[in-house]
C-alpha cells in the first residue's frame, strides 16, 4: 500500500503552487497527494481530520507546521524558506533606503540577515515565538524606522494595517517538491517500520509464551495475553507500573543492573511450574531494558506429547500382542504370565534369552497391556550402530554439535519414546563410554543433546534385551555393574527353542499358515516332519523355524509338507538328524550344527548364518566361543 502525504498550505498562492507540483509531477505519487488550505488553528485542524482519514505524513510551512508538530504524533515536513523566496520577496520592495523586516518562527527565517551582502538591503530578523506575538513585535518595528515587512500572511496583513508595506514570502515549487520528496521517503519508512511494529506485536500477542519486558527503570512496557494468563493480571492494569510492585521475584530489576541472562530457571506460580528465561536489551551495548519469557512446563510437555504422537503415527508403534507370542509349553505359559504382571508397572524389565527367541516380541506385548501402550515404542539395536552414530541417535544433538549436524538439530530416541517404551536390543554389545549416559538416564529420567547445555526430563519406560550373560561381561569388564543392577529389576528369560520342543508343532503351524500364500496347495504338515523338526537343535531358534517353514512351503511339490522335504530344506540327511546324541551337552550339539552348516556352504559365512536364522555377528561370536 503506498503512503498518504497530505499538504497543509496556510494561504492559497502556496496551496495553488502545491497543487501544480503535483500535478507536474504526478507519475511520482501514484497515490496522489491530498492539498488542503489552514493556516495555524485552522491549519491544525485539517491536519486532525487527514490524519483520522490515514494520512502518514504531513506537509506545511512556517507557524502553521510547527503548531501541528506540537499538536500530533504523525510525522510533519516542513517547507524550507529558501534565499530564493526572501529574494523574490524582496523584488516587490520599491524603497530600500530603510532596514526591511523579515518576520517569521525562528526555524524559518534563521540566517536571513546575511543577505545584505548579496542583495544590498539591510534586513532586520523579527523572530516570533508564537503566533500571538506578531501584531506586538510588528508594532515594534514601525515605531523603530522600519517600512517594509516580508513574511507570512499574517505578518503581511499587520504590517498593512500599521501603515508598512507588507510582502508576503511565496514558497517556490523547487522547495515544495522537495518537502514532498522527504515526506515520501519518510512516509515509506514509516511504513515499513510500523509493519515491524505490527508484526512484533502480532508475535507477542500470539505467543503461547508469557512476555514481560521492562524499560531501564524497570518500568513494565510489554505485558502479552499470555503473561495475564500465567499472573491473572491485565495488561491495561500494570503497563507502566514497576514491575516490583507488580510481580514479586521476576527478578528483571537486577537483570537490568547486572545486564546478564538468567536462562532455564524453574519457579512456582501459583500451582504452576514455569520455566524462566530473562535477558537484558541492550543498545549500543548500554542497557536500556529486560525481558523475560514465561513457559508453562505442563503446556509445554503437552505439545512435545503432540509432536511426538505424530512421529509415533508415522511407525514407532507397537504391533505385536501378548496373546500372539506363540507358546503352550510351560515355560512360555510361565513366561507371558510374568509378562502381564510386568505390564500393570513401570519398572525396568531385562529380557534375556538366545538370538532369535522373541525378545523384542515380547518387549512389544508388555507395551501393548501397560498404561503406555497409547504412546511410542521405540526400538533400537545397540550393536547395529557405531559408536558415535549410536549415541547420537539416542539422545540427540543441537545444531552445529559436529560436522555434519542437520540445521535445527534432532531429537534423541529417548525424547522421541516419551509418553511410552523404549526397547534396547543387544544392551550388551554397548559400548561403555555410553553406558554411563544410559545409567544416568535410568536414574534421573532425563537427557541432555550433543551439543546442549539443557537437560531435558522424559517420562519413559526402559525394557532392554540381551543374548549374552551380562555377569561374564561384567567379570570381564566390558559391562558396567551398576548399569546390570539398575536394569535387572524385573526378568523376563525365555528358554531357547530346543528346551522347548512341545512349542516346535504350534510354532510350525503358525508360520505355515502366515505363508500360505507362498504356494496355497500346501496347507497341513505330516506327522513324521513335526517329529524331524522336534528333533532339530534349532540354534537360530524361532526365527531359524519361521526361515525353514516359510522356504519348504515355497519348495514343497505336494500338497502338504513331508519329512523329506524338510530335509531336503535342513540340508541334512534323516541319519545325520536321527543320530544326534542327546547325551551330548547342548553348545556341543549347537557347535556341531555351526561346523556342519558352514562346511556344507563352503564357508560363505553369510549364507551360513541365514540357514542358521542368525546374524553375522551372533554367527562370530559363536566361532570365538
Given at each position: 500500500?503506498?503512503?498518504?502525504?497530505?499538504?497543509?498550505?496556510?494561504?492559497?498562492?502556496?496551496?495553488?503552487?502545491?497543487?501544480?507540483?503535483?500535478?507536474?509531477?504526478?507519475?511520482?505519487?501514484?497515490?496522489?497527494?491530498?492539498?488542503?488550505?489552514?493556516?495555524?488553528?485552522?491549519?491544525?485542524?485539517?491536519?486532525?481530520?487527514?490524519?483520522?482519514?490515514?494520512?502518514?505524513?504531513?506537509?506545511?510551512?512556517?507557524?502553521?507546521?510547527?503548531?501541528?508538530?506540537?499538536?500530533?504524533?504523525?510525522?510533519?515536513?516542513?517547507?524550507?524558506?529558501?534565499?530564493?523566496?526572501?529574494?523574490?520577496?524582496?523584488?516587490?520592495?520599491?524603497?530600500?533606503?530603510?532596514?526591511?523586516?523579515?518576520?517569521?518562527?525562528?526555524?524559518?527565517?534563521?540566517?536571513?540577515?546575511?543577505?545584505?551582502?548579496?542583495?544590498?538591503?539591510?534586513?532586520?530578523?523579527?523572530?516570533?515565538?508564537?503566533?500571538?506575538?506578531?501584531?506586538?513585535?510588528?508594532?515594534?518595528?514601525?515605531?523603530?524606522?522600519?517600512?517594509?515587512?516580508?513574511?507570512?500572511?499574517?505578518?503581511?496583513?499587520?504590517?498593512?494595517?500599521?501603515?508598512?508595506?507588507?510582502?508576503?514570502?511565496?514558497?517556490?515549487?523547487?522547495?515544495?517538491?522537495?518537502?514532498?520528496?522527504?515526506?515520501?521517503?519518510?512516509?515509506?519508512?514509516?511504513?515499513?517500520?510500523?509493519?515491524?511494529?505490527?508484526?512484533?506485536?502480532?508475535?507477542?500477542?500470539?505467543?503461547?509464551?508469557?512476555?514481560?519486558?521492562?524499560?531501564?527503570?524497570?518500568?513494565?512496557?510489554?505485558?502479552?495475553?499470555?503473561?495475564?494468563?500465567?499472573?491473572?493480571?491485565?495488561?491495561?492494569?500494570?503497563?507502566?507500573?514497576?514491575?516490583?510492585?507488580?510481580?514479586?521475584?521476576?527478578?528483571?530489576?537486577?537483570?537490568?543492573?547486572?545486564?546478564?541472562?538468567?536462562?532455564?530457571?524453574?519457579?512456582?506460580?501459583?500451582?504452576?511450574?514455569?520455566a524462566t528465561k530473562r535477558i537484558p536489551i541492550k543498545l549500543g551495548g548500554k542497557v536500556v531494558g529486560a525481558i523475560a519469557n514465561f513457559q508453562d512446563v505442563t503446556q509445554l510437555q503437552r505439545f512435545e506429547q503432540t509432536v511426538r504422537q505424530k512421529l509415533y503415527d508415522?511407525?514407532?508403534?507397537?504391533?505385536?500382542?501378548?496373546?500372539?507370542?506363540?507358546?503352550?509349553?510351560?515355560?512360555?505359559?510361565?513366561?507371558?504370565?510374568?509378562?502381564?504382571?510386568?505390564?500393570?508397572?513401570?519398572?525396568?524389565?531385562?529380557?534375556?534369552?538366545?538370538?532369535?527367541?522373541?525378545?523384542?516380541?515380547?518387549?512389544?506385548?508388555?507395551?501393548?497391556?501397560?498404561?503406555?501402550?497409547?504412546?511410542?515404542?521405540?526400538?533400537?539395536?545397540?550393536?547395529?550402530?557405531?559408536?558415535?552414530?549410536?549415541?547420537?541417535?539416542?539422545?540427540?544433538?543441537?545444531?552445529?554439535?559436529?560436522?555434519?549436524?542437520?540445521?535445527?538439530?534432532?531429537?534423541?530416541?529417548?525424547?522421541?519414546?516419551?509418553?511410552?517404551?523404549?526397547?534396547?536390543?543387544?544392551?550388551?554389545?554397548?559400548?561403555?563410554?555410553?553406558?554411563?549416559?544410559?545409567?544416568?538416564?535410568?536414574?534421573?529420567?532425563?537427557?541432555?543433546?550433543?551439543?546442549?547445555?539443557?537437560?531435558?526430563?522424559?517420562?519413559?519406560?526402559?525394557?532392554?534385551?540381551?543374548?549374552?550373560?551380562?555377569?561374564?561381561?561384567?567379570?570381564?569388564?566390558?559391562?558396567?555393574?551398576?548399569?546390570?543392577?539398575?536394569?535387572?529389576?524385573?526378568?523376563?528369560?525365555?528358554?531357547?527353542?530346543?528346551?522347548?520342543?512341545?512349542?516346535?508343532?504350534?510354532?510350525?503351524?503358525?508360520?505355515?499358515?502366515?505363508?500360505?500364500?507362498?504356494?496355497?496347495?500346501?496347507?497341513?504338515?505330516?506327522?513324521?516332519?513335526?517329529?524331524?523338526?522336534?528333533?532339530?537343535?534349532?540354534?537360530?531358534?524361532?526365527?531359524?523355524?519361521?526361515?525353514?517353514?516359510?522356504?519348504?512351503?515355497?519348495?514343497?511339490?505336494?500338497?502338504?509338507?513331508?519329512?523329506?522335504?524338510?530335509?531336503?530344506?535342513?540340508?541334512?540327511?534323516?541319519?545325520?538328524?536321527?543320530?544326534?546324541?542327546?547325551?551330548?551337552?547342548?553348545?556341543?550339539?549347537?557347535?556341531?550344527?555351526?561346523?556342519?552348516?558352514?562346511?556344507?556352504?563352503?564357508?560363505?559365512?553369510?549364507?551360513?548364518?541365514?540357514?542358521?536364522?542368525?546374524?553375522?555377528?551372533?554367527?562370530?561370536?559363536?566361532?570365538?566361543?
Amino acid at each position: 500500500m503506498d503512503a498518504k502525504i497530505t499538504v497543509i498550505a496556510p494561504f492559497p498562492g502556496m496551496q495553488a503552487i502545491a497543487q501544480e507540483v503535483v500535478a507536474e509531477r504526478m507519475e511520482e505519487w501514484p497515490a496522489g497527494i491530498d492539498v488542503r488550505l489552514g493556516d495555524l488553528s485552522v491549519g491544525l485542524s485539517e491536519a486532525f481530520a487527514a490524519i483520522r482519514e490515514g494520512a502518514d505524513v504531513i506537509v506545511s510551512r512556517g507557524g502553521t507546521a510547527s503548531l501541528i508538530s506540537s499538536q500530533v504524533e504523525t510525522p510533519v515536513v516542513e517547507i524550507p524558506i529558501t534565499a530564493f523566496d526572501i529574494l523574490r520577496a524582496l523584488r516587490q520592495i520599491g524603497d530600500y533606503s530603510s532596514p526591511v523586516g523579515v518576520v517569521g518562527f525562528r526555524n524559518v527565517i534563521y540566517g536571513c540577515e546575511d543577505l545584505h551582502d548579496i542583495w544590498g538591503v539591510e534586513l532586520k530578523e523579527i523572530t516570533l515565538g508564537n503566533e500571538g506575538e506578531a501584531q506586538e513585535k510588528i508594532a515594534k518595528a514601525a515605531r523603530m524606522g522600519i517600512r517594509a515587512i516580508i513574511g507570512d500572511a499574517i505578518s503581511a496583513r499587520l504590517a498593512i494595517r500599521y501603515g508598512l508595506e507588507g510582502i508576503l514570502i511565496q514558497s517556490g515549487k523547487e522547495a515544495i517538491y522537495k518537502a514532498l520528496r522527504q515526506a515520501q521517503l519518510l512516509a515509506n519508512v514509516r511504513r515499513k517500520e510500523q509493519e515491524r511494529v505490527e508484526l512484533l506485536q502480532t508475535i507477542i500477542s500470539s505467543s503461547t509464551d508469557g512476555i514481560v519486558a521492562v524499560d531501564g527503570k524497570s518500568r513494565i512496557t510489554i505485558f502479552n495475553p499470555a503473561a495475564e494468563d500465567v499472573f491473572q493480571m491485565r495488561s491495561a492494569d500494570v503497563l507502566g507500573r514497576n514491575v516490583g510492585d507488580v510481580i514479586p521475584n521476576t527478578r528483571l530489576p537486577l537483570i537490568v543492573a547486572r545486564g546478564q541472562s538468567e536462562i532455564g530457571e524453574i519457579q512456582r506460580i501459583g500451582a504452576r511450574t514455569i520455566a524462566t528465561k530473562r535477558i537484558p536489551i541492550k543498545l549500543g551495548g548500554k542497557v536500556v531494558g529486560a525481558i523475560a519469557n514465561f513457559q508453562d512446563v505442563t503446556q509445554l510437555q503437552r505439545f512435545e506429547q503432540t509432536v511426538r504422537q505424530k512421529l509415533y503415527d508415522k511407525g514407532l508403534v507397537a504391533k505385536v500382542n501378548i496373546d500372539q507370542v506363540i507358546g503352550c509349553s510351560s515355560y512360555m505359559t510361565q513366561v507371558k504370565e510374568k509378562a502381564r504382571q510386568y505390564a500393570t508397572v513401570d519398572s525396568t524389565v531385562l529380557v534375556t534369552g538366545e538370538t532369535g527367541t522373541g525378545k523384542e516380541m515380547l518387549a512389544q506385548g508388555v507395551h501393548n497391556l501397560s498404561r503406555r501402550r497409547q504412546g511410542p515404542f521405540v526400538a533400537v539395536n545397540c550393536a547395529a550402530l557405531p559408536e558415535t552414530l549410536l549415541e547420537s541417535e539416542l539422545f540427540g544433538y543441537e545444531e552445529g554439535a559436529f560436522t555434519g549436524a542437520k540445521k535445527g538439530g534432532k531429537s534423541g530416541l529417548f525424547e522421541l519414546a516419551h509418553g511410552g517404551t523404549i526397547f534396547l536390543d543387544e544392551i550388551g554389545e554397548m559400548p561403555l563410554a555410553l553406558q554411563a549416559r544410559i545409567l544416568r538416564v535410568l536414574q534421573e529420567r532425563e537427557v541432555m543433546r550433543l551439543g546442549g547445555d539443557r537437560v531435558i526430563p522424559i517420562d519413559i519406560r526402559v525394557i532392554a534385551a540381551t543374548n549374552q550373560d551380562l555377569l561374564c561381561l561384567i567379570r570381564e569388564r566390558r559391562f558396567r555393574s551398576d548399569l546390570y543392577y539398575r536394569l535387572d529389576i524385573l526378568r523376563l528369560h525365555i528358554p531357547p527353542l530346543r528346551e522347548r520342543r512341545e512349542d516346535i508343532r504350534v510354532l510350525a503351524d503358525a508360520f505355515l499358515h502366515k505363508h500360505f500364500a507362498l504356494n496355497p496347495k500346501v496347507n497341513w504338515i505330516a506327522d513324521e516332519a513335526y517329529a524331524l523338526l522336534e528333533l532339530h537343535l534349532w540354534p537360530g531358534n524361532v526365527r531359524e523355524l519361521a526361515n525353514i517353514i516359510e522356504r519348504t512351503v515355497l519348495l514343497t511339490p505336494g500338497q502338504y509338507i513331508t519329512a523329506d522335504d524338510f530335509r531336503a530344506t535342513l540340508g541334512v540327511t534323516t541319519q545325520l538328524v536321527d543320530n544326534i546324541d542327546l547325551g551330548d551337552t547342548l553348545q556341543t550339539q549347537e557347535m556341531a550344527s555351526i561346523r556342519r552348516v558352514l562346511r556344507e556352504e563352503q564357508y560363505n559365512y553369510s549364507r551360513a548364518a541365514t540357514r542358521l536364522g542368525i546374524n553375522r555377528t551372533t554367527l562370530w561370536r559363536k566361532l570365538r566361543q
